[in-house]
């Protein structure tokens, strides 16, 4: 209620600064330079106008925030957590949509393992092999290939046994 | 007795004689010294991923075929001795399968290759 009155009067007293559109004495007693000028007149009236409305709208915002019990308060309040007086809280604290806590990355597989594959014995398996290699024929890391340490060791074994038998192209993924 | 599989590569556009008396000359490499051949399997005529320089010669086309086998491992030296000079050859590996059948052929049967 208050707030509402401090708005008004405050709106009020910037209002008399702005000038009015088509009125005063000084648009119109120069009629030359008016019409040739009347563009940059209007504009700056504008702008002007846009400018005041700008202050009213921050003089009206830094009012309702100084007030205690005000709407806007109340709506922080319910947004996030409990908020106190005096505390500091950051923009994504008042924003519900997204999360804060990233879920974790999921568990790597170690595919060999459950298909019960020894990769050494499938050196001749080009098709089998060309998974764990990159297309320019480079053996992938473990934490690409996602291998127990044991499988990515057979697994560079049976690459390395390929690219020398003439199996794989150690520049290239053909397969 | 060890398993055993030779992986050889040799010359293209050999004359079907001529593969027929490789392969046969290195069976019984294995066999006269005690050892079994399990499977002769021919892979097919390829394009090489890279080009290979032997016997004085460039080649591009290869001819693989596999030879399963048990035997001494006395015998794999013989084996890398006489494949190594045999102009016919281009690549071989002799690789050890593993001490138990139940492994290589459960193995084999996931991936869809026949032993």
């Known amino acids: 209620m208050l707030a509402s009155v401090y708005r008004n009067t405050a709106a009020k007293s910037l209002k008399s600064l702005v000038p009015k559109v088509g ?28 400018h005041a409305d700008s202050l009213l709208n921050i003089i009206a915002n830094s009012i309702n925030s100084q007030t205690s019990g005000s709407v806007a308060n109340e709506q922080f309040r319910m947004a996030r957590g409990n908020f106190h007086r005096g505390d500091i809280y950051k923009p994504s604290d008042l924003n519900d949509s997204k999360p804060t806590t990233y879920a974790p990355p999921p568990k790597p597989v170690d595919q060999l393992k459950i298909l019960k594959l020894n990769p050494i014995v499938e050196y001749k398996n080009a098709t089998l092999l060309s998974h764990y290699i ?27 046994r390929a690219r020398a038998m003439c199996i794989i192209s150690p520049t290239a993924k053909l397969h | 007795m060890v398993f055993y599989e030779l992986f050889c590569i040799s010359r293209t556009r050999l004359v079907e004689a001529n593969l027929k008396d490789l392969v046969k000359q290195t069976s019984l490499i294995v066999m006269n010294k005690g ?43 013989e084996l890398n001795k006489r494949l190594k000079v045999d102009p016919r050859v281009l690549r071989h590996a002799v690789i050890r399968l593993g001490s138990k059948l139940e492994d290589i052929v459960a193995s084999a049967e996931k991936t869809g290759t026949r032993v």
């Open chain 2, 35 to 77: 050892g079994v051949v399990r499977n002769l399997k021919p892979l097919g005529e390829k394009q090489l991923p890279y080009r290979i320089r032997k016997h004085q010669e460039y080649h591009v086309q290869g001819y693989q075929w596999l030879m399963q086998f048990d035997a001494n491992p006395t015998v794999v030296n």
């Open chain 1, 23 to 50: 009125g005063t004495s000084a648009v119109s007693s120069h009629n030359l330079v008016a019409r040739r000028f009347k563009s940059d007149d209007a504009g700056e009236q504008e702008e002007s106008r846009q």
């Open chain 1, 134 to 160: 990159t297309p320019l024929g480079r053996l992938m890391s473990r934490e690409q290939t996602g291998l127990s340490a044991k499988n990515q060791r057979r697994v560079t074994k049976a690459v390395r």
